[in-house]
């Protein structure tokens, strides 16, 4: 799978999303809204959308890795 730095990118934030769902759910914590400002923050909204737009990127993931297990098949044969 070719590596883009956008994916870098889209996955650091998937991984900020989990980390604060982990905290949510264990702790009752939202980190993202303690750090910048309430859940009603412009900026805490922003960060949401965009961890959520990633999220949905990283869809594409499942494709590029099918292709790569086809190639790595065609490869072995």
Known sequence: MRTKPFDWTALTLIIIGAVNWG???FF???LI???FGGIDSWISRIIFAIVGLTGLYALTLYGRISEDMQIGKSNNQ
């Open 23 to 25: 905290l949510i759910g």
């Open 28 to 30: 009752k914590f939202d």
């Open 33 to 35: 809204s303690a750090v």
